[in-house]
């Protein structure tokens, strides 16, 4: 899981790759447990900070919400990347990444897709492949 999440923040920028389906549902699990842990600090401070009235703890809250905001901005371009990495690797094009947008269902469909298998593709005229 480690090394797939490595992969998610080195390649941020790499649209032309593949990714397969550990690496993708690693690095997506990585990031909501970072995600349930910034959660967990935050609903901590808060809820301290808000029973005891004290503004320390408010101040922490607010820097712990700042951080986590931060966190949301810098993983939304990999997530881009490795989800088009993702949607190629099991044979579809970069444009299905809109498919969320469709009501009601679009969300069920990608994820459907997102779990495809990986797409083999066969080279054309390998003369180690008689077959073709």
Not at 66 to 88: E, K, S
Not at 116 to 129: A, D, G, I, L, Y
């Amino acid at each position: 899981m480690i090394e797939a999440y490595k992969k998610f923040w080195k390649g941020y920028v790499d649209f032309e790759g593949r990714s397969t389906r550990s690496d993708y549902w690693f690095a997506y699990l990585a990031n909501m447990l970072t995600v349930i842990a910034f959660y967990v600090l935050l609903a901590i401070f808060g809820g301290i900070a808000r029973a005891t009235e004290s503004s320390f703890l408010a101040v922490i809250s607010f820097i712990i919400l700042f951080i986590f905001f931060a966190f949301g901005i810098a993983a939304l371009l990999p997530g881009i990347a490795v989800t088009v990495r993702r949607l190629r690797d099991a044979g579809y094009n970069w444009a299905f990444i809109f498919i969320p947008l469709i009501p009601f269902v679009g969300g069920i469909i990608f994820i459907v897709l997102l779990c495809q298998p990986t797409k083999v593709e066969v080279p054309f005229n390998n003369f180690n492949n008689p077959q073709q």
